[in-house]
């Protein structure tokens, strides 16, 4: 458990800059947000995100590349999966320059530490 507390903390404190994004042509980085009340929604619509190989950075929040064909592909599969269903999906093409200059804050609560030192 304790390892896996360290790596968690480790991977937070590098941030999104740290994540591995290899940009390949014809792909843009994006950004998912989502706002769902179910959590049976909420959850099938992060095991797509997984699916089309994104990265958590946030509880409701992935980061990731894909081409604009995979985005629509994946904006429709967000659709089916909300459905009629109370909520809010964001995908946010963003491309390399902004990111670059993207600015993070990133402040772990002093518990969270607590397993470095073991």
Not at 12 to 20: A, D, F, P, Q, V
Not at 91 to 99: G, I, S, T
């Amino acid at each position: 458990m304790a390892k896996v507390a360290k790596e968690r903390t480790k991977s937070t404190l590098m941030g999104i800059k740290g994540m591995s994004l290899h940009l390949r042509p014809r792909e843009m980085i994006v950004y998912v947000f989502y706002d769902i009340e179910e959590d049976r929604i909420r959850t099938r619509v992060a095991n797509a995100c997984k699916d089309y190989g994104l990265e958590r950075i946030q509880f409701s929040g992935f980061l990731g590349m894909l081409s604009r064909n995979k985005r629509e592909e994946f904006y429709l599969r967000l659709t089916r999966t909300l459905g009629k269903k109370a909520g809010r999906i964001l995908l946010q093409p963003v491309c390399d320059k902004d990111f670059k200059d993207s600015q993070e804050i990133i402040n772990i609560a002093e518990d969270e530490n607590a397993t470095e030192g073991e």
